[in-house]
């Protein structure tokens, strides 16, 4: 795309600035344009008026006339623009019985083609008559359009749209439009009927996606035996406008009063070389400071998470008298457990005085008189939802605490909570003004949070954290990489993949979020991104609040480029499933291909299932070491795979794996240098292999290839200076290979030469599979704890290397 493209969708910080359009000198006029549709019900304008707009933004409009049946009754000018035309299409202009326009015209009688210009004061009348009769429905007038034009163009229907989209925030959709839209998307793969720009997200690499979109390939004559229809100069022009727009009156710009919620052209078609618009949708209202707050920097104290991590006093609302299992009790435990003085831990309980020796206090108000109205780090909330609403509001009222977790649950996933966590929303906002008063809020719906580890930025140290999460079993072995961070909004996948990853990754800092009431997945990233310890952050999300998908956009930009992971998956990707996440959480992001394609294009890694979440969070804690070296490979050049195994099915399965539509810009299996492919002939004849298989560009071992075979054909493999990758794979189930648990350490064994070859050439990473069962194992597990990454079957190696490879050279 065109560079001045992304130099007019950047955010706004203080003022906003419109650059190489020129919206700037148009504002007042295209204000002009908009009003009328402040004024009515549902804020459209008529597609006429939408036409004008579009002139003034120098988007291509068909030859047109409106009739205004109030002004003029039945009375057509001979001088209108359509004289001269062969045939006119009618548009009835019409409210319905609220008062809105009508904008699907033809189930109403609305629409009628092939009209003579001299027929068209009869049209008028005809269609007066029609809905004078309709109880409720007002015609105001009728749009005359040139029917030629429209019939000469029907090569091709396109949608070019521009909205607010509630997460990824201004956003301009182009691609495959007209009636068949929906069923387009369905059959296509994703992403390829349509693509999505958020405007504030300025990545230069929409052009790509653009440029090979299928549709702008065929309308520009780049796909064989079909002529071109469109200048691609002329669809940039398009987009521009449509973006500089509804960025300049979206609830990113605090100088605008007037916010465009969609601009639509469904269909457009190509006509002499440009998109000429065939119908227009505008809605437009006015600003409402309350709800029309965006941001893409947090503004909350997101510095007090830290005492929400590290609380060296704490307060906790819901311990009980009687039964220890209490999920209060359960946290005061390990509260003391942990070292914090008692005498720095208070309780709120309405009628016991001391519960395990800690004191209690009655209300809020003694709660805050025992500490002097010195706020406490954290205080945990564990009381039924109808009680703590109330709590909560108390808290605030009296600052007793710089954060707080609730975990409660009936706030967002039933109706009768859902206007009490509005409430507490909207006062939330108006601390940002008193941030010294404002605590920040973790849950409702929390099952707690595990930080073992922490990086404090103004000590410049790591220190110990607490476990809030009210469970007594630990589902943690204490063991395994400790680079990771567990981002959650369901507690139950926070615990579940502690468990399931156990000896392999040991999160530092794990965090149930919950209905994201105020502190989101978002802010936690913000704030834990510069962590020098944290580079492989997992993501489960069922749903975002308002503005946090273009945060995250630009949140895993930033850790990619400081070649950090972000793996996430998101849950909600059917009807079903969205309908499953809203009853838990009552928070759902939009369409998941949207989801999907955006966060992959900032440099996420969006697991498909549960299970590849898993294997990605064990490979990206061990894959810091291929960051380097990948990055070093120069842009113009491919990423060579050197893949080998011992077995014939393996071969097929790299192959149908590393190499993918996705994946063949970045990566591609190597072409074996003279000198490789004279070392790969003395090792094939080495180990007697050379009169059974050929040498391929996936080579393969037999089962006859021993410890010492594999060790030195990797080596010939890695060394070629066309490869920078190796996935190396053996079936172990051969007498050929030490791969059994007695024997896997022995001098001279696979799993002794793996680990040495990683410390000899830690210039060309690599993934290893082994392919077998239980009996195998520990050799898996002993070479992931050696730091090598391991699997268990060739498909998902294969596939996780070259998501992450494509991450790595994506900056």
């Known amino acids: 795309m065109l560079k001045s493209f992304y130099n007019l969708t950047k955010s706004y910080t203080k003022t906003k600035v419109v650059r190489n359009f020129g919206l700037s000198k148009l504002i007042n006029t295209i204000e002009r344009h908009l009003m009328p549709g402040t004024t009515r019900p549902g804020g459209l304008l008529a597609e006429h008026e939408v036409y004008d707009l579009l002139d003034v933004l120098k988007v291509p409009t068909p030859l047109r006339y409106y009739h205004s049946v109030k002004k003029q009754k039945y009375q057509v000018p001979q001088s209108n623009d359509l004289k ?73 229907e396109l949608l070019i749209s521009a909205y607010q989209d509630d997460f990824f925030g201004p956003s301009v959709a182009f691609g495959l439009g007209g009636t068949t839209i929906e069923y387009m998307k369905e059959i296509m793969k994703p992403g390829n009927s349509q693509m999505f720009i958020p405007v504030l997200f300025d990545n230069a690499s929409f052009s790509d996606k653009l440029q090979s979109l299928p549709v702008t390939e065929l309308l520009e004559g780049r796909v064989r035996g079909v002529k071109p229809k469109l200048r ?12 500089t727009l509804i960025e300049t009156f979206s609830a990113y710009n605090p100088k605008t009063n007037l916010i465009i919620d969609e601009i639509e052209v469904n269909p457009a078609v190509c006509h002499e070389g440009e998109l000429l618009a065939l119908d227009g949708v505008l809605r437009v209202r006015k600003k409402d400071a309350d709800l029309d707050y965006q941001i893409t920097e947090s503004i909350k104290p997101l510095s007090k998470i830290k005492n929400m991590l590290c609380p060296q006093s704490i307060a906790i609302a819901g311990a009980s008298t009687t039964n220890e299992k209490n999920p209060g009790n359960i946290i005061l435990r390990k509260m003391l457990q942990k070292g914090i003085k008692k005498e720095n831990v208070y309780l709120l309980h ?12 009655p209300s809020v108000k003694e ?38 977790s609730i975990i409660s649950g009936g706030f967002g996933e039933t109706e009768k909570g859902k206007h009490m966590q509005v409430e507490l929303e909207k006062r939330l906002r108006k601390l940002n003004s008193n941030l010294i008063k404002r605590p920040v809020i973790n849950g409702p719906n929390t099952v707690g949070n595990v930080c073992n580890q922490y990086w404090s930025k103004l000590d410049q140290k790591m220190i110990s954290g607490v476990e809030t999460v009210f469970t007594s079993k630990s589902s943690s072995t204490g063991k395994g990489n400790d680079n990771a961070c567990l981002l959650c909004q369901s507690g139950a996948f926070m615990l579940s993949r502690i468990s399931d990853l156990a000896d392999l990754v040991y999160p530092s800092v794990s965090i149930s979020v919950g209905n994201q009431m105020d502190l989101s997945i978002a802010d936690y990233l913000e704030h834990l991104i510069d962590s020098p310890h944290l580079t492989s952050f997992g993501l489960y999300i069922e749903g975002l609040n308002k503005g946090d998908g273009i945060r995250l956009m630009k949140l895993v930009r930033k850790a990619t480029r400081m070649g950090k992971f972000v793996t996430v998956y998101k849950a909600g990707r059917t009807k079903e499933g969205a309908d499953a996440a809203k009853g838990h959480t009552a928070a759902i992001a939009g369409d998941y291909g949207m989801f999907k394609t955006l966060l992959e294009h900032a440099g996420a890694i969006v697991a498909d299932g549960f299970e590849e979440f898993n294997e990605l969070l064990i490979t990206t804690t061990r894959a810091n070491d291929w960051v380097k070296p990948l990055r070093k490979v120069p842009k113009n050049k491919k990423i060579g795979i050197g893949a ?9 399965g790299i192959a149908d794996h ?9 990566l591609q299996l190597p072409e074996w240098s003279t000198r490789t492919m004279k070392q790969l002939q003395q090792d094939y004849k080495d180990f007697r292999i050379g009169s059974i298989v050929d040498i391929d560009t996936i080579l393969d071992l037999t089962p006859m290839v021993s410890d010492k075979g594999y060790d030195q054909i990797i080596r010939t493999v890695l060394s070629d200076p066309n490869v920078h990758f190796g996935i190396l794979s053996a079936v172990p189930e051969t007498e050929a290979l030490k791969t059994f648990e007695h024997e896997m350490h022995q001098k001279g064994s696979l799993l ?22 239980p009996l195998y194992a520990p050799f898996v597990k002993a070479l992931n704890v050696a730091g090598i990454p391991t699997f268990r079957s060739v498909d998902v190696a294969s596939k996780i290397s070259s998501k992450l490879i494509q991450v790595i050279r994506k900056y």
């Open 644 to 652: 080998l195994s011992n077995a014939g099915f393996e071969k097929c």
């Open 350 to 361: 309405p009628k016991a005085k001391t519960i395990n020796g800690i004191n209690c206090y």
């Open 367 to 404: 709660l805050s008189r025992a500490t002097q109205g010195n706020p406490i780090d954290l205080m945990l909330i564990g009381v039924p939802a109808k009680h703590a609403g109330p709590l909560v509001e108390q808290c605030l009222d009296y600052h007793v605490s710089e954060s707080m």
């Open 84 to 156: 001269n035309c062969e045939k006119v299409v009618a548009k009835g202009v019409l409210t319905d019985p609220k008062g809105r326009l009508v904008i699907h015209k033809t189930d109403l009688g609305a629409l009628e083609f092939n009209i003579e210009p001299q027929m068209m004061g009869q049209i008028v009348k005809k269609f007066d008559e029609r809905f004078s009769a309709m109880k409720g429905y007002t015609l105001e007038g009728v749009l005359f359009v040139e029917q030629s034009k429209i019939e000469k163009s029907l090569s091709g």
């Open 752 to 773: 002794n030469r793996l680990i040495q070859i990683k410390k000899d050439m830690p210039e060309k990473p690599f993934v290893v599979v082994i392919e077998s069962g």
């Open 658 to 666: 590393i190499i993918t539509d996705e994946s063949k810009h970045v």
């Open 232 to 243: 691609h100069e002329k669809l940039l022009a398009v987009l521009e406008g449509f973006s």
